[in-house]
């Protein structure tokens, strides 16, 4: 694995992480839409990132399922963007707390609407 390919990871990782703490989205709305940008996964392999990511212990199964029926996810990338996304949830929630209820659910909004348009009309998968 190459040093680029890292440092992807973990910017990914701490991105949805951020995210996560600051808005309440990682998921489905932040790490499956990255995954495919980024990584240029596909919405199976994307899904099945997320899942691996972000409750192992929960949605190990699930996540193992899409994997068995032949959408490939690398492990070590979910290790990698998992630990990162713990840093970036801190930072994310400590950057929240401090942000008026009103703008941070406007940000929220906006971060959807983006994501909604984004996965619409430029799915950019690659797989």
């Known amino acids: 694995m190459s040093l680029e390919i890292i440092l992807l990871l973990l910017l990914l990782g701490i991105l949805a992480g951020f995210l996560s703490g600051s808005v309440g989205v990682g998921g489905g709305v932040i790490m499956v839409p990255l995954a495919i940008w980024f990584l240029g996964y596909s919405q ?69 609407i983006i994501v909604a348009i984004k996965m619409i009309f430029f799915s950019g998968a690659k797989a």
């Open 44 to 112: 199976h392999q994307a899904q099945g990132m997320s899942l691996a990511v972000l409750a192992v212990p929960v949605t190990f199964i699930a996540a193992y399922t899409y994997h068995k029926n032949g959408h490939e996810l690398d492990w070590r990338y979910a290790l990698i963007i998992a630990a990162a996304f713990v840093v970036g949830g801190y930072f994310g929630s400590k950057f929240a707390v401090n942000i008026n209820q009103q703008l941070l659910k406007k940000i929220f909004g906006v971060i959807l």
